[in-house]
Every structure is written in structure tokens, then in C-alpha cells.
């Protein structure tokens, strides 16, 4: 391959990789002074902005890859209809399900997280509003991000073991580390196996509403 060809070929992952680094970092360091939230409205403002610059962060990758020669044909096959049956995507669902309990309950109980402690801080139609990015937004961009263009042109052990690292990492370095790694596989393994972003998209949902959920009535 031109050497020019494969450079722009690896960009995407080195992008990717760099900004999971980033985050790492971010998401680190505020442990330090995670007795002096802000207050609450301030909070909703910080959460906001936070998003308004993490997502475009995660999606440009995304963009790197899409410009590539064979580009949008592979993000189009990210979004192939799952190779599995319905039976296989409801059994997929209830592992995912029982394995998320597990992870939220024992490894990691979801009430400790610090953006669950942040989120029963807000109010009202604030609480909409985080849980949409938190349920819907932030699942779809990260599933781009760690089981998309992560996965691109890899192994599938070494797509698997690299993109679940990095989305472990990327939460900062804390004690969910292991957890999130294990989300991350397990996402990564349904990504894989059923050849679609759709089915990981669709968990990493669920995951997140779960973690809401125990959290918020459990």
C-alpha cells in the first residue's frame, strides 16, 4: 500500500486513540475535588457544555474515516441489518440485561457513579433533558467511536481487547475501570457477532438506562 494511503488510513485510529486519551484525563483529574460540585444550575450548564464539546470530539474520527477512499462504504456497513435472527437478538438483549445487572449491582453499584450522583442533583425537565444524552445521544456517538472506527480494519480479538481498553480508559482512571471494560467487550461481541452497530447502539442504551434506573428507584 502507498505509504501516503495507509498514513491517512491509520489517522482515524490515531485520533480516536488520542481523544479516549484526552478523556482519560478529563475525567480523571476531577476526582480530586468531587466534594465541590457546583450548583445546580451551574451543574446543568457544565453538563451541557461538556457535551457540546465530548460529542463532536468523538465524532471527529468519525468524519476522518468517512473521507477516506473506501469511507463511506465502511461506515455504511457499520449499519448492515444484524446477522442474526430475532431469537438471537432477544437472547442477546437478556445476557446483556443479566450481565449489566451484575456489573451495575456487584462490580460497579450503579447509586456510586458520579454522573448518577450528579444526575438526581438536577430537576425537573433538566432530568429529561441529561437523560436523553445519557440514554440515547452519548450511546449512539460512543458505539461510532469504540466499536466503529476502533474495530475498522483490526483483528477481531485485537478490535476487541483495543476498543474495550480505550472505552474503559476514556471514563477516566477510577475504580470502574474493570466494569467498564467488561461493558466494553461485551458491547464489542455484539458488535462483532451480529455485524451491526445497530445491536451495540441498542445496549449500550439499555446499559445506561439501567444504570439510571437502579440508581433512581432501586
Not at 486519551?21 to 457544555?49: R, Y
Not at 467498564?180 to 467487550?185: P, R
Request: aromatic share 12%; proline share 6%.
Amino acid at each position: 500500500m502507498n505509504p501516503t494511503r495507509l498514513l491517512s488510513s491509520l489517522l482515524p485510529h490515531l485520533a480516536a486513540a488520542l481523544i479516549a486519551i484526552f478523556f482519560c484525563i478529563v475525567n480523571t483529574c476531577p476526582l480530586l475535588f468531587a466534594d465541590k460540585l457546583p450548583e445546580v444550575d451551574s451543574l446543568f450548564s457544565a453538563l451541557l457544555q461538556g457535551q457540546a464539546v465530548s460529542l463532536p470530539l468523538m465524532l471527529f474520527p468519525v468524519i476522518l474515516t468517512f473521507v477516506l477512499p473506501d469511507g463511506p462504504t465502511t461506515v455504511k456497513s457499520w449499519f448492515a441489518r444484524p446477522n442474526c435472527t430475532l431469537r438471537g437478538l432477544i437472547w442477546l438483549f437478556v445476557m446483556m440485561f443479566l450481565s449489566s445487572t451484575i456489573i451495575l449491582t456487584v462490580l460497579s453499584p450503579a447509586e456510586d457513579q458520579p454522573i448518577v450522583a450528579i444526575f438526581k442533583l438536577l430537576q425537573g425537565w433538566q432530568i429529561g433533558v441529561i437523560a436523553t444524552f445519557i440514554c440515547l445521544i452519548v450511546p449512539f456517538v460512543e458505539e461510532l467511536l469504540y466499536r466503529g472506527v476502533m474495530t475498522r480494519g483490526l483483528p477481531t480479538h485485537v478490535a476487541l481487547i483495543y476498543s474495550s481498553i480505550l472505552f474503559a480508559l476514556s471514563h477516566g482512571v477510577n475504580v470502574y475501570l474493570l466494569p467498564l471494560f467488561l461493558t466494553g467487550w461485551m458491547l464489542g461481541i455484539i458488535r462483532l457477532r451480529t455485524g451491526s452497530l445497530y445491536t451495540s447502539v441498542a445496549c449500550h442504551a439499555a446499559f445506561n438506562t439501567l444504570s439510571l434506573l437502579l440508581a433512581t428507584f432501586a
